[in-house]
Every structure is written in C-alpha cells, then in structure tokens.
C-alpha cells in the first residue's frame, strides 16, 4: 500500500501495523497468515522466564537419572516431555517463521530478572530475530520493594541483553509507575531501541460461587487506549526510541488516532482474535481511505499532528486538558458553563 512505509526499530516495515503476541503466532501457519493479512512486522508469543526454569529443571533431572546408567547420558539434553511450549520449540517456530514470511519477525522474552535472559535472547537473534521486545511482566508483592528498585530491573534487563545481542531491543512497559515519562526517558538512555505503551496485566479476580480465584483473560476494548495514546503524544520527540502503541485496536480510527499522537507503529491482538488475520487489511484500508481522504500521501505527514510539542511544559498542558475535559463534560451533563 502505497504510502503506508515506515520505520520500526530501524527496520523498514511496508506499513505501520505490528501483530502483537497473541495465540495467532505460536504456529508457522498463524505468522504466515498474519502476513498474508497485511501487516508490517509480527512479534511472536512471550517465551516466559518459568518455561526456561522448568525445561532446565527438567534436563538436570532427567541426566542425573540417565547418569546412573550411561555415562554418554551426561552430556544429553532429551527433548521437553510436555506440551508446553518451551525454548527448543520456541527457537524452531521462529526459525521456521523468519524462512517463511518477508516481515520481520520479532521474539519476545516475558520474565522479571537479567539472569538467564541474555542466553535465550542471543539464541533468538541466532534464529533469525529481527529484533526482541522485553516483555517485562513484574508486580512488586513485596510491600518493602520500593519504586526505584522496580525501576532499576528494568534497566538491568536492558543492559544484560543490550550487551548480549546486536539485533534492535524493544521494552514493553506497563502504566503502573508513579512516573512513566521519567522511567522511559531512562530506558531510552540506557539505550533502549524502542518503547512498547502499555503491558496490559492480566489480573485474577474472585468467583463469589465457589469462593475462588479465577484467572480473567480479557481482550482489550478501545476505551483503553487513552492512558497508552496519551503517553504516547507526552513522549513522541522527547525520546529518539521507537514509540509502539499497544491496547484499544480494533477499528481503522484507532490505528489514525495513535499514529496523529506521535506512535511509529501500532499493535493490536485483541482486534486479530476477534476478527480472524485478516481484519488486517480491513485496519489498512481503512487507513488508507482516511490518508486520501485528508489529503496526506504518507504516514509520516499526519504522525505526531497531535502529539505534545517538545518546547511545551507538558504537566501544565496535561492539567489544562484534564480541566478542559471536566468543564466539557459539566456542559453536556448539567448545562454549566
């Protein structure tokens, strides 16, 4: 689609819109179908810290029992006896997936510590990896941890795999610290190559019948891409990373609105899962019908119309918008003014 090219990460995507991990690229036949719907680039299912601690676990404990009768068994790692994904079928799926389709395919490593992370996230750029987005899944339990301790995993995480690898490194971050901007404006000059806005947590909630807690999957809605939108234009010219929008996609007004807020690129699951791969090309085209309609001929021209000028006190703006929107919101209700 003419017009749609643009940069991620320093890779050259033909269009702005990124498959996010979802259940659709844990087989070759859901990454080829995500490009055959359209978009830009796929990022492949998090491979989870624990998966990597119990396929070790694993191994240890089958050689130790294969050691008591076969010397040669020290030095044999037997494949996983679970169906779980784990690394060694994580590492084929992308390999497979980068012969198989002519998007980047980005990996994805979800855990909370930097040990054990270089040596997965080195074996991803081995199997072709475009590029790693951080996954980096943390809620602090521990009442005594404090913030800056949570900030500080986060640069450790990136400094271990940045010294690891050479492919781009992307951190996907949540909205729960108590100042984003500042925690971005780190990552970014501890040399982060991109910022994913937002992790959605996937928060347990309690089933009143049986008295118990219930794990809750839900998909996103596009109401909740205010918070990562609104970030989004806080951070875009004020960072030199990559800014990727995540959360709240499912029609072609949303993929408009975060590019305008200053996004290189945009992601979406929920939008795939309800709709099939190829709701793809129906967020493109819609795009794409807008473009033409407001006279822009390419994606460059329109990103970050909207977002908030870098010379621009951004807290005085953000309190002006929030009274802006409280006064707006008076007039409809009760006529104030």
Same mark, same amino acid.
């Given at each position: 689609?003419?017009?749609?090219?643009?940069?991620?990460?320093?890779l050259q995507l033909r269009n702005p819109l990124v498959a996010s991990p979802s259940p659709l690229s844990q087989t070759v036949d859901g990454v080829r179908s995500l490009a055959d719907g359209g978009v830009g680039a796929v990022v492949l299912y998090s491979l989870f810290e624990e998966q990597l601690?119990?396929?070790? #676990?694993?191994?240890? /404990? +089958?050689?130790?029992? %294969? *050691? @008591?009768?076969?010397?040669?068994?020290?030095?044999?790692?037997? =494949?996983?006896?679970?169906?779980e994904p784990g690394p060694r079928q994580y590492l084929s799926l992308l390999e497979r997936s980068v012969a198989a389709v002519d998007v980047p395919v980005i990996g994805s490593l979800n855990g909370t510590?930097?040990?054990?992370?270089?040596?997965?996230?080195?074996?991803?750029?081995?199997?072709?990896?475009?590029?790693?987005?951080?996954?980096?899944?943390?809620?602090?339990?521990?009442?005594?941890?404090?913030?800056?301790?949570?900030?500080?995993?986060?640069?450790?995480?990136?400094?271990?795999?940045?010294?690891?690898?050479?492919?781009?490194?992307?951190?996907?971050?949540?909205?729960?610290?108590?100042?984003?901007? #500042?925690?971005?404006? /780190? +990552?970014?000059?501890? %040399? *982060? @190559?991109?910022?994913?806005?937002?992790?959605?947590?996937?928060? =347990?909630?309690?089933?009143?019948?049986?008295?118990?807690?219930?794990?809750?999957?839900?998909?996103?809605?596009?109401?909740?891409?205010?918070?990562?939108?609104?970030?989004?234009?806080?951070?875009?010219?004020?960072?030199?990373?990559?800014?990727?929008?995540?959360?709240?996609?499912?029609?072609?007004?949303?993929?408009?609105?975060?590019?305008?807020?200053?996004?290189?690129?945009?992601?979406?699951?929920?939008?795939?899962?309800?709709?099939?791969?190829?709701?793809?090309?129906?967020?493109?085209?819609?795009?794409?019908?807008?473009?033409?309609?407001?006279?822009?001929?390419?994606?460059?021209?329109?990103?970050?119309?909207?977002?908030?000028?870098?010379?621009?006190?951004?807290?005085?703006?953000?309190?002006?918008?929030?009274?802006?929107?409280?006064?707006?919101?008076?007039?409809?209700?009760?006529?104030?003014?």
């Open positions: 689609m003419k017009g749609l090219g643009t940069s991620y990460l320093g601690r119990r396929e070790a #676990e694993l191994n240890a /404990r +089958l050689v130790d029992e %294969g *050691a @008591d009768s076969y010397g040669e068994a020290l030095s044999y790692f037997p =494949p996983s006896t679970t169906d510590t930097p040990g054990g992370w270089t040596r997965y996230a080195t074996a991803m750029q081995e199997a072709g990896a475009a590029a790693i987005e951080l996954n980096i899944y943390y809620l602090p339990g521990d009442p005594h941890t404090s913030g800056r301790d949570v900030e500080q995993r986060h640069l450790d995480i990136l400094a271990a795999v940045k010294q690891a690898v050479t492919v781009p490194i992307a951190v996907k971050l949540s909205p729960y610290f108590s100042s984003i901007g #500042e925690v971005a404006l /780190r +990552l970014d000059q501890a %040399g *982060a @190559d991109g910022l994913v806005l937002f992790n959605r947590f996937l928060q =347990p909630d309690i089933d009143a019948e049986t008295i118990t807690v219930a794990a809750a999957v839900g998909l996103s809605h596009p109401t909740e891409a205010r918070l990562p939108r609104t970030w989004i234009a806080l951070l875009s010219g004020r960072v030199s990373a990559s800014l990727a929008a995540t959360t709240g996609v499912e029609s072609p007004t949303d993929v408009v609105n975060y590019l305008l807020a200053g996004a290189d690129v945009v992601m979406t699951t929920s939008a795939l899962l309800r709709h099939g791969a190829a709701h793809a090309g129906v967020l493109l085209d819609g795009l794409t019908e807008w473009m033409q309609r407001k006279g822009f001929g390419t994606v460059g021209e329109l990103r970050g119309l909207l977002a908030v000028p870098a010379e621009t006190d951004a807290q005085e703006h953000e309190r002006s918008g929030y009274v802006r929107a409280m006064r707006d919101a008076n007039s409809r209700l009760y006529g104030w003014t």
